[in-house]
Each structure stands twice: as C-alpha cells, then as structure tokens.
C-alpha cells in the first residue's frame, strides 16, 4: 500500500508512527514545514515531500491531516491529480459531501477520527464510509489506523461527530483533570516530579483496575468510598459542584462544535 500523508503534524506523526513499522507500506508525506519534514524522515525513513506529487495513481491512499481550516486549499489543489485515488479525511468538522465537493466529485471517501493515544499505540478511531465505498477501501483504512490502536465503525456520518465528543478530544478531558490532580499534590506540599507520578499512577491503577475487574466505574468508586470516610467527603463536593455534568455539558459542546463547523464548512 502506498500512503501518502499531506500534512506530517501532530496526528500524522502519530499515525507514521506506528504505520512505519507494517511490511509493504510505503509512507510518503507531503509537510510545508521543512523542521517537520527533516524529523519525519529521519525518525521513520519515510519520503517527506514540501509539494504535492504531480499525479497520484489509483492505488494510492491518501490521508488528509491538515487542519480543517487548511483543507479547502489542499482539497483543491488534490482534484486535478487525484486520478481516482482514495482519500482517507481525520479532519474534525468536514464532512463527505464537502470533502467531495472541494475534491472534483470524488466519492472515495473514508472519515477517520483517531486520537493522539496513537502516538504510543494505544489509539481509538472511529471511522465512517458511505455505502457505495468498496470494502478494499474500507479495509485500506481500518488497516492504517489498525496500526496505531483499535478502530469502530460507525454506521452514520453524524457517529464521527459522536466518537470526537468521547474519544477524539477525550485524551484532553483527562489530561484537564490530569493538571488538577498534580496542582492538589504540589499545594500540599509534594515537589512537582512527586505529584506528577501520584496522579498518573493513580489514573494507570484505576484504568487497570477497572479492565482487570470488568465491574462498572461506579461500582469501583463506592468500593473506595468508606462511610463516613474522606472519598465521601471527596465525592459529595464534586456532587455539589456538579463535575459530571460538567463534564457532560463540555463533551456535548465538542459534538455541537463539530456540527457547526461541518454546516459552516459546507457554505465554503
Ligand atoms: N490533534 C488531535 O488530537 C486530533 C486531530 N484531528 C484532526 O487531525 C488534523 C490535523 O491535526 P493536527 O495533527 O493536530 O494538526 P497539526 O497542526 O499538528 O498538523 C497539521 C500540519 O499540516 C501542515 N500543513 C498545513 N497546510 C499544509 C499544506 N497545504 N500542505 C502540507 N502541509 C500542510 C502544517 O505545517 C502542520 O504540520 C485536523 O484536521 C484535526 O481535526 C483528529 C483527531 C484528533
Ligand atoms: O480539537 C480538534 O478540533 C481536534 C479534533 C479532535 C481532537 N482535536
């Protein structure tokens, strides 16, 4: 398989790493920062590139990892090279029919939405396809993102707006309560290495745990929380704070945001 990246930043770099390493695949990508192209190179042997190849075949698969805000522009400097290749699109916020629109009509599609987890291999992606892409394209894409973690399919596209509110910006909720778990350790007084390594044992242990056992979270919380004890303290202030349905409310806010962009990407 030959896959070409066009865009080598945080996402792509995480998907080359892992994608690198499978035999017969040939990696190329296309990167305007020359920083970038001289790391990808050199880290992974793969052929990185400042413009775009001047024809493209119909075996190749190309995967659009600019931002959104970018795609418009390579999209359309894509159509008349395309020749029928099979774009693979991990943009937030830009569906099918626009991708389609910006790429001269291509219907050969498959939306991915992964997570930066893949940079150590332990991503999660969603993907989508409409119903006419062949199931070599489909596999085409489960294969890359198969390399860098797990991957699920969705059966409509509105399900890749659902997969980014959990599990495509998810990797950032838990860092936002990752920064609040060390800023409580180093107020009581532990150096900031030592608060680093409390919160971060702790998230392992409990994600650990809550494989290992197969119980649900809630289960596991009140088996922490003895009557009368200090996780009870703990919990009926995070009750009273309304935490979870913060954290609802801000996850709802990343679906909604994807929606919008997508209707705005669809004006443009
Ligand atoms: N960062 C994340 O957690 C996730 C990002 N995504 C999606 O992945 C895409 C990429 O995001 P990141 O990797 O975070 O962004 P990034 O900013 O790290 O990477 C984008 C790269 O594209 C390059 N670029 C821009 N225009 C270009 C062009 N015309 N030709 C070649 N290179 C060009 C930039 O120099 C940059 O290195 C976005 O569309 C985002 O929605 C999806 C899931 C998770
Ligand atoms: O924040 C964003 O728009 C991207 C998409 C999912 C995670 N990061």
Redesign the pocket.
């Known amino acids: 398989m030959n896959v070409l990246f066009?865009?080598?930043?945080?996402?792509?770099t995480a998907i080359i790493g892992g994608l690198y390493r499978q035999p017969g695949t040939t990696i190329s990508v296309?990167?305007?920062?020359e920083e970038?192209r001289d790391a990808l190179a050199a880290k992974y042997g793969v052929t990185a590139l400042s413009a775009l190849p001047a024809a493209l075949s119909a075996d190749d698969v190309i995967v659009l990892?600019?931002?959104?805000q970018?795609?418009k522009?390579?999209c359309t400097e894509l159509a008349p090279r395309l020749n029928g290749a099979l774009l693979v699109s991990?943009?937030?916020?830009v569906d099918i029919a626009t991708l389609s629109r910006w790429s001269g009509g291509t219907t050969r599609i498959v939306r991915v939405?992964?997570?930066?987890p893949a940079l150590v291999g332990k991503g999660v992606s969603g993907l989508y396809a409409a119903a006419d892409v062949a199931v070599a394209d489909r596999n085409a894409a489960e294969a890359i993102m198969m390399a860098v973690g797990r991957v699920l399919w969705v059966g409509t596209e509105s399900g890749i707006d659902d997969v980014i509110a959990v599990s495509?910006s998810g990797?950032a909720y838990v860092f936002h309560f990752v920064e609040a778990l060390e800023a409580v350790g180093r107020d009581v007084g532990f150096d900031a290495e030592t608060a680093r390594q409390l919160a971060l044992e702790t998230f392992e242990g409990a994600i650990a745990l809550l494989r290992d056992s197969g119980e649900p979270a809630g289960e596991l919380k009140r088996k922490v929380m003895s009557k009368g004890g200090t996780t009870e303290r703990a919990i009926a202030s995070f009750e009273d704070d309304r935490v979870k349905e913060a954290i609802v409310r801000g996850a709802l806010a990343c679906r909604a945001r994807a929606v919008e962009m997508s209707a705005d990407f669809s004006r443009s």
């Open positions: 066009i865009g080598g930043g945080n996402m792509a296309v990167e305007h920062s970038k990892a600019v931002k959104p970018n795609l522009a390579v991990i943009a937030a916020g939405m992964p997570n930066t495509g990797p």
